[in-house]
């Protein structure tokens, strides 16, 4: 969420907060933004990708940057999922599994399996299906 956003909804709770990010510089917190807006760019691509099967290297190394840069690993469980989506819309299945089980492993990591096991199921479900039409 971008700092305006975070602001204005603190406000409401008449909390001033101080947190690194919060009292960071004003480039400091542009730059998060941007970085906060390109991930969620990303992620809303990956859900019906259908770009050229290389860039998603790239958009997966952009991903994990700016998730560190932004102390959001937490999510990646989220990205990971959707690189799996994207993977398996590509016919990809290899990459496509690979990535839908790092994206269970993270979702129990930070606990998460509620909202990431729903697509997921979904997810596996999809590649089963794809799996055996192939096969």
């Not at 259908?50 to 840069?69: A, C």
């Not at 989220?78 to 819309?89: E, M, S, T």
């Amino acid at each position: 969420m971008p700092y305006a956003e975070r602001r204005g909804m603190l406000q409401g709770w008449n909390f001033n907060c101080t947190c690194s990010l919060c009292s960071a510089s004003e480039k400091e917190r542009a730059d998060s933004d941007r970085r906060r807006h390109r991930l969620h760019a990303i992620l809303t691509k990956l859900v019906a990708y259908k770009g050229k099967i290389e860039r998603l290297s790239v958009m997966l190394d952009e991903s994990l940057d700016m998730l560190k840069k932004e102390n959001m690993w937490f999510l990646v469980g989220n990205y990971y999922a959707g690189f799996a989506w994207a993977y398996l819309g590509k016919g990809d299945l290899e990459s496509a599994r690979k990535f839908g089980l790092l994206a269970e492993e993270m979702a129990e990591k930070y606990s998460q399996e509620e909202g990431v096991g729903q697509v997921l199921g979904k997810f596996w479900q999809a590649l089963k299906e794809k799996t055996a039409s192939e096969g």
